[in-house]
Nanobody, 123 residues
Framework: QVQLAESGGGSVQAGDSLTLSCAAT???????MAWFRQAPGKERIFVGG????????NYADSLSGRFEISRDNNKETLVLQMNNLKPEDTDVYYC?????????????????WGQGTQVTDAS
């Protein structure tokens, strides 16, 4: 059984950078991992995903290259580096995992989810 736990959320201002982490228990080495975000009352949407071997991370088009995903399979950790944050980035961020190689942008394709970490607007 895989369990995911996000950390690193906090209060940010426009232009800040923030790093989120997702620690996995249970082996996720062969899992595709992804980050999603969700605003109050809205659907959970795809931020980016990375295949089990770390190749070809892909991102939501709206991010304009501000976010970067990486993973360390030895440490069973997924990281989301967020730069030049905007007020609209203040959501709850979730990590997700699924067996297989190719990331999906659909929430229903992921079997495992963390509880989320909140990024809030400090202004």
């Amino acid at each position: 059984q895989v369990q995911l736990a996000e950390s690193g959320g906090g209060s940010v201002q426009a232009g800040d950078s923030l790093t989120l982490s997702c620690a996995a228990t249970g082996s996720t080495v062969r899992y595709t991992m992804a980050w999603f975000r969700q605003a109050p009352g809205k659907e959970r949407i795809f931020v980016g995903g990375i295949s089990w071997d770390g190749n070809g991370p892909n991102y939501a088009d709206s991010l304009s290259g501000r976010f970067e995903i990486s993973r360390d399979n030895n440490k069973e950790t997924l990281v989301l580096q967020m730069n030049n944050l905007k007020p609209e980035d203040t959501d709850v961020y979730y990590c997700a995992g699924r067996p297989g190689r190719k990331p999906s942008q659909q929430t229903y394709d992921y079997q495992y989810w963390g509880q989320g970490t909140q990024v809030t607007d400090a202004s």
